[in-house]
């Protein structure tokens, strides 16, 4: 088990530094940002100067090293725009996309998982059918589109919830500010939080209903209905178990590109996340922030994949004999 | 008659017709089978595959797959009719009165759940006791079938247990209630010929102590030769040849029988080559009029095109071939 954690803790390490090396030099031509800092007309000796306070004049093997130490101490230098450190900046706006992340996250899987299992047991029932139709919509509509729609009706026609920002927020423990205290915070998260989740809710949906299918039509609940098991035991301590397996780590995969691909939806809601800081960053050539926010989504993701690796043996124990191994 | 079999036959089958209905038209998968297994007698059901053994079997349990469906004829459980039953009543018969052996080992255990929690979870279902009670038996029933220190290995997970003790755990799951009729389709055909034999020794011990009687599904000879009392060999969704074990396999009656039989290679005598039966098995979309053997049939005479015989009895057996009524 430990020999297990530490390999993929060593392959996460890999990982990340793979991403680290990629992040920058693709950053590396995306334009230069002295030209943002400075004004047209300030004189070349400044721009030089600049230049050399900023580093940028050192070989790149170079500036990647330095890059790299310093991130591993969550060092991330000093946003262009902002001149704050950027690890300051992401701190301040991480509570908010990982609220709606999680949010979006539990609300998908608490309504897909009951969804999807109710159309495989329900296959010809009306309301599986309408579930079915819906979800083709969820997975086709882009997330955008979702979110203006979702304004026009609630906010614009009905004005029954805001259209953006994130309400009121409390901070908590000195640090951690969060909007699920307030009537307001709560009310500004629902639109967001259903934008999106709502693909992920779909695809859970239709995930759970074909896995469950398939399960409903092995051997293993063959025996079980020869057994003269209960329906209920058949569907809910068997079928769902089995069905789980695969969902988990669909499930997991999509925590991380929910929290990275809230980048669209914090766009449309005005949401002062991370991902609208990250846009922002792209806009203005902030490399620092825009590297640091590739390093942060990358450590999520490797991070949630161990976990979901993790749970996979819990629930599998076929797989709990692999990872002793 | 002997009083023994005057007894009420533990599963009777009256003329069973299983159909399927597709969109290219309803297809008739059993065709009239009736048969009958006693108590405590094993009845070995043989034929090619697609014959409808298995068919015979999820009809008996009411677990057919949709869109099969039993069109006519009756099932009989101890004299009492439950081909109409509920759902809900057929259940409490499947494991309870009717235990079930399927042929992969490796696919029937729950992989995710411990060999004891799906014997106890058997046991309570069916048998008012306590976890503890249940736990116990699940014990007991794990040492019968022959499974080394089952204190312990109740507590391990399927993947953990060898094909051949995955197949002794099936028995035991099947036995769990004390059923007094046991389906097993095709036992052994997934297993290593060493683990084979002692799979069917076993079973058969296990039935002759409980007096629970057997059907036994299977396309091996040697299986049937050595542990069934009767046999019925199936062609074309119709039992075709019934009797005493040593008369079908010794002197069949029946062509196909006959065939079926001469296919079997023997260790004593060294025949130039064995018994070859001319074509294959007709598909469900195309059973010939009359007797559906016919076409392949060595002795086939004009009245095999036009009709369809029935099974009489032929010594201690029934054959349904115009030869032997002819005969008679």
């Known amino acids: 088990m430990l020999a297990f954690v530490i390999r993929r803790i060593l392959q996460s390490c890999m990982v990340l530094l793979t991403v680290a090396l990629l992040a920058f030099t693709m950053f590396r031509f995306v334009g230069d940002p002295v030209a943002q800092i400075v004004s047209l007309d300030t004189p070349a000796e400044e721009v030089r100067k600049v230049r050399e306070s900023l580093g940028l004049d050192d070989p790149v093997i170079v500036q990647m090293g330095r890059y790299l130490y310093k991130a591993v101490q969550l060092d991330f230098g000093i946003s262009y725009q902002f001149r704050q450190p950027v690890i300051e900046l992401l701190a301040e706006r991480a509570p908010a996309t990982l609220e709606l992340a999680l949010i979006s996250s539990f609300l998908s899987l608490a309504i897909g998982i009951p969804m999807g299992v109710y159309t495989a047991l329900r296959r010809d029932s009306l309301f599986a059918r309408v579930f079915q139709s819906i979800s083709l919509v969820g997975v086709s509509l882009p997330t955008f589109l979702i979110g203006i729609l979702l304004i026009y009706l609630f906010a614009v026609t009905l004005g029954w919830l805001p259209s953006f920002g994130r309400g009121q927020v409390v901070t908590v423990s000195g640090r951690w500010s969060t909007g699920l205290l307030t009537a307001s915070g709560l009310k500004a998260l629902i639109l967001p939080a259903i934008t999106l989740g709502l693909y992920q809710m779909t695809l859970i949906m239709r995930l759970v209903r074909a896995e469950m299918l398939e399960v409903l039509r092995s051997d293993h609940i063959k025996f079980a209905r020869a057994r003269g098991l209960t329906t209920r035991a058949i569907h809910f301590r068997h079928a769902l178990k089995s069905t789980l397996v695969p969902v988990i780590t669909i499930a997991g995969l999509q925590l991380g590109s929910i929290i990275a691909f809230a980048v669209i939806t914090e766009t449309v809601f005005q949401w002062p996340g991370m991902g609208a800081l990250f846009l922002k960053a792209v806009q203005n050539v902030d490399i620092p922030i825009m590297a640091a926010y590739l390093m942060i989504i990358s450590a999520l993701f490797v991070t949630i994949n161990m976990v979901v690796d993790l749970l996979y043996a819990f629930v599998d124990p076929r797989l709990r004999a692999t990872i002793k191994g | ?328």
């Open chain 2, 1 to 328: 008659m002997t009083p023994e079999s005057v007894k009420t036959p533990v599963l009777e089958l009256r003329n069973l017709v299983v159909e399927f209905v597709t969109r290219h038209g309803t297809l008739r998968a059993l065709d009239g089978i009736s048969l009958s297994i006693a108590p405590g007698e094993v009845l070995g059901v043989v034929g090619e595959s697609g014959a409808g053994k298995s068919l015979t079997g999820a009809a008996v349990i009411g677990l057919l797959e949709p869109p099969g469906r039993i069109a006519s004829g009756e099932v009989l459980l101890a004299g009492q009719r439950i081909d109409q039953l509920p759902m809900e009543e057929l259940r409490h018969i499947r494991g309870k009165r009717i235990g079930t052996i399927f042929q992969d080992p490796l696919t029937s255990l729950d992989p995710l759940y411990r060999v004891g929690e799906q014997l106890i979870e058997t046991i309570r279902t069916h048998l008012p006791v306590t976890e503890q009670e249940a736990r116990e038996r699940a014990i007991a029933l794990l040492a019968e079938v022959g499974i080394p220190a089952p204190e312990k290995r109740i507590d391990g997970y399927p993947h953990e247990f060898s094909g051949g003790m995955r197949q002794r755990v099936v028995i035991a799951l099947a036995l769990a209630a004390e059923p007094e009729l046991i389906i097993a389709d095709e036992p052994t055909t997934a297993l290593d010929v060493s683990v084979q034999a002692q799979i069917i020794a076993v079973l058969k011990k296990l039935c002759r102590e409980r007096g629970t009687a057997v059907m036994l599904i299977t396309h091996d000879m040697g299986v049937i030769a050595e542990t069934a009392d009767r046999v019925a060999v199936m062609y074309a969704g119709r039992v075709i040849e019934i009797g005493p074990v040593r008369d079908v396999v010794k002197s069949p009656k029946h062509p196909y029988a006959k065939g079926l039989m001469g296919s079997i290679p023997a260790l004593d005598e060294r025949p130039e080559r064995l018994l070859q039966i001319e074509g294959s098995m007709p598909r469900l979309t195309a059973i010939p009029e009359g007797c559906a053997f016919h076409p392949r049939c060595p002795h086939v005479i004009p009245k095999c095109h036009e009709s369809r015989p029935v099974l009489e009895h032929v010594g201690a057996g029934q054959v349904a071939c115009f030869l032997h009524e002819v005969r008679s």
